[in-house]
Every structure is written in C-alpha cells, then in structure tokens.
C-alpha cells in the first residue's frame, strides 16, 4: 500500500525541538493576559459560513478567496474559522456573557485556516493568539489592549518591532472617504487589476488589501482616511495617542493602514516586525464596535487583536531567544538485569511525583544500549541498578559531564531527599 506521508501544502507539523519553545511562548502570554484580566476561551474550528461572511465581509479576500467552505453530511455550509473574533463574539453572544459584569476580557489561542499562497511566515494553518474586549467604547480601553500586546511582546524578549496606528473612523466618516477614493480610483481605473476593478464596483478599499504593484502605486496617491474622521473619531482617536504618549509607548501614525476584515472601525493597529526586507505583521487588530449588531445581538462595542504564534516564533528564533527549559531528562536509571527493572520503575516514578524528569529502559535493551541512548538523550545523571545494588540497597549516581559519583540509598524516600540534594547542592554536600 502506498504511505500516505505527506502534510497539506501550507500546513505544519510541530515537533520537539520546537514545541517546547511553542508551548512557553503560549504560556507567558496567557500570564501576561491574565495580568490584564482576560479569561482563556475556546470555541470550535468549525462555525457555519454565514458568521464569517457577515462578519470579515464578503467582499474581504478573506470571503472570496481563502476560506476553507464545504457542505457537512447534513448538507449545512460550513467553515473552517480564518480568525477568532466572530467566534469569539458569536459564543458571547449566544452564552449570554454581554450581560455579566463589563468590561468582558476573553483571550484564545486558536487554529485559523486561509487559502493563501504559503510563504515564510504565511501558512494555511496557522494559530492566533487573540485577545478579545467588550462593552467599552472609551479610548482607554484601546490604549489598554495595545499596552497589553505591547507587555507580551516585551516579556517574550522580542525586538525591532514597532507599533502603526491609525483610526478609520466610524461609518459616517467612511461614507464620505469612501466617496473620495472611488473617484480616485475611477480616475486610474484603467491602471487597475482585474480584481481591483471588481473592488471598486464593490468595495473601494478593499482596494488597499491588494498586492499588485500598479495597484499599490494608485494607492500611495490616495486621500487618507484621517483627513475625513467626524468629531467623535477625531476626538477618540486623540485620546488614545494621549493614553499611550503617556504610558511611554512609542507608535506612529500609519494613515495607510486600514485592515483586510469589514468589521473594524475607528482605532486599528498593527506591530510590525522590522526585519531589513519587507515588513512582517505579528499582530494586528482594532475595534469593531458595530459586529455584534451585524450578527444580530445588542450593541456591544468591542476591540481585540490577534497575535501570529509562527510569526513570533519565526522572530525569536531568528533573535536566538530561547527559553531555559531543559528538555533532556535529569536522571536515566538503568538496568543490569531483569530483577533490577521493578526497582528502577518505583525510583523513576517516585522521582517524576516529585517533578524530576527521569527515564529508565521501556525498551528490554541490554546495559550497554540503554547507556548509549542514556548519552544520545542528554541526561544529566546516570544510575546503574543491577544485583549488588538491589542486595545492598546502595547505588551510585554519576553525573555525565564530570564523571563525579555519589552513592545513594535505594530506599525510596532517602533516595528521593539525596536525589534533589544533588541536583540543589551538587556533588559537594555528601
Ligand atoms: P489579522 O491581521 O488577519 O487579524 O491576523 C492577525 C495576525 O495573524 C497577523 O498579524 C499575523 O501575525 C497572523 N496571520 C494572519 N494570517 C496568517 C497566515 N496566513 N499565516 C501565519 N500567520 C498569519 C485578525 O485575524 C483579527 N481577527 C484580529 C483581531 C482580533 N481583530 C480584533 N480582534
């Protein structure tokens, strides 16, 4: 039979070596978000098409382009989730937790599907660490969020990133810009991608969302929407630069930035990894105050944002920032003969309930394999338990890299306190 063994194009496996690395990364961002108040949620991988149309918009490339749609056995249109707010609104929304004490705080780490081309640091499978906040409409709320992004990225190390913002306003603001940049665009529609064309029919600025340079170009020589925000958005957007100029949080203003999903409107941002080449977007997110209405709920103003999980480890590593956790066992315990095996599983045991990584032979190998792969995994102590040992109930422990012994009792307890004095004192206190 043919071995089915390969991935999907764009998707990853993750494997030791670099799990480890995954797995503390996502811890420290939940303590960091904890910090600020937001509980963990989840909420399935699969929600009818419907909740993603209405709410990225089905003129968004997102809509048109890149969902993962089909029909389940019943015959429903469902979808693969390309991001975690509507989830995560449509699951407040239908739990009812608008009506509990607000602020809400909600944060998820979630797999997200897009039909992109797959490139480094692009997939179609990739996690989102997002954070979610609703029932505030106060800029405070905004510097808030963008302070706790700001924290994460800080507690994990990473450099050269910077932060853009920008504000595009409320939907009044956006008729009369939007009115602007058609004619714009119609008078270089000949210049335009076929898409494009399309776009400007449809929904002028998705226009931004394209990759063509010609397109890029007309876009440079765009009215900005900052010149066409209404009092209120204004005034919102003041305040925020307020809050963070005063939290010493450095950003520019990005007029150009205006998001890939219909659901945002005044604050938007994004910290943006500069490496040398093009630019890399490690978070992004904004407000989106009018969503909960489009789904069919109360008003409920909302802003969140969601963190690329890759994008932050593509940075690390290329940072070489890595976390301490070993992943090579303290101890491998090993046996001589059989009659030592039960003994040497009651130490490992014994061992592992008091948090120490050990390992002993699964695998009914001889001494010298099982001191072989003792080596090849790295760990720290070796201890050999054949029969003189299990008679006199006496043991050595040797540590690998100096050689240096220490006898131990086999007794379990005794055993256990000499072990940890080992590693806490090292070889010294006996
Ligand atoms: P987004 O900008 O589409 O926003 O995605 C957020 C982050 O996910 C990006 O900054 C990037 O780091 C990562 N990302 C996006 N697409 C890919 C991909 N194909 N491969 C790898 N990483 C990717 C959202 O999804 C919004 N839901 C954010 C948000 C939350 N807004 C409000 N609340």
Redesign the pocket.
Known sequence: MRLITNRIR?MQDLLPGNSENWRIVEKTMCEEASLHGFKFIRTPAVEHTELFERS?GDTSD?ATKEMYTFDDKGGRSVTLR?????G?LRAVLENGLHNSALPLKLMYTSS?Y?Y?K?QS????E???F???VFGSDFPLADAELIIAAESIIDRLGIKDISLEINSIGCSECRKKYNEAIKNHFASCESELCETCCGRLKRNSMRIFDCKNESCKKICETSPVILDFLCDDCQKHFNSLQAYLSGENIEFTVNPKIV???D??CRTVF??VWNNGNAP?????????DGLSEILGGPHLP???????????LMIMESQNITFGESTCPQIFVATADENARPTAIKLVSALRKSSVYAETDIMGKNLKPQMKYADKIKARYVMVLGDDEIKSGIAKIKEMSTGKEMEVSLDEKNFISDFLSVQFDGFAIK
């Open positions: 764009g990225v997102i390309p991001e975690g707010t509507a995560a997200c897009r992109e797959p640091g692009r997939y179609r990739f996690f989102q997002g954070l979610e998001r890939g999903l659901y945002y994004e910290f890399i977007a490690v978070c992004g997110g904004g407000r989106y909302a802003l969140g944002f969601g963190m690329g999980m890759e994008r932050i």
